[in-house]
């Protein structure tokens, strides 16, 4: 069974996009293997080689972006609180090794991007602050050691 990949609905129309895209290409490179087979020896034929690396690599795509909507569930943004951290919730904290303060909203994984604030729920931070209030210190566990942080503010 495949794991539920939760998302906004921005998210889900981004990615049925990516996919349609993607379907979209199948013409082209197929063609492109018509015509690189069409120039005789295909045993020696780089053009023929790169065409069907592309293919193959398409068709992985395709299938992975067709499983992630498959297992897709769109959050009910009028539904969620800020009584407890969970999916969507803008979060600060406060690192308390360096005293830095950072600000992020929690999102599926298809979503994440941290350069633009948006931290997966399933980070070992992510992780580490669901369920938490407002005040609360919380551990999360990451490959350099045990980070803690206190939560300052919960908000949609």
């Not at 005040?135 to 566990?141: D, F, N, P, Q």
């Amino acid at each position: 069974m495949s794991a539920v990949h939760y998302m906004t609905q921005e998210g889900l129309d981004k990615l049925k996009k990516e996919l349609a895209d993607a379907l979209a290409q199948r013409p082209v490179i197929s063609a492109q293997i018509g015509e690189a087979r069409e120039k005789g020896d295909l045993s020696e034929n780089a053009e023929y080689d790169a065409a069907r690396d592309a293919q193959g690599l398409l068709e992985v795509k395709i299938a992975n972006l067709k499983n992630i909507l498959a297992n897709a569930k769109v959050i009910d943004e009028s539904r969620l609180g800020t009584e407890k951290i969970g999916m969507m919730n803008k979060v600060k904290v406060q690192n308390l090794s360096n005293k830095q303060i950072m600000e992020f909203t929690l999102v599926g994984e298809t979503e994440a991007d941290f350069s633009k604030g948006k931290l997966a729920a399933t980070t070992p931070i992510g992780k580490a602050l669901i369920g938490h209030s407002k005040g609360e210190t919380v551990e999360a566990t990451v490959p350099s050691g045990v980070m803690k942080f206190k939560i300052l503010d919960i908000s949609l």
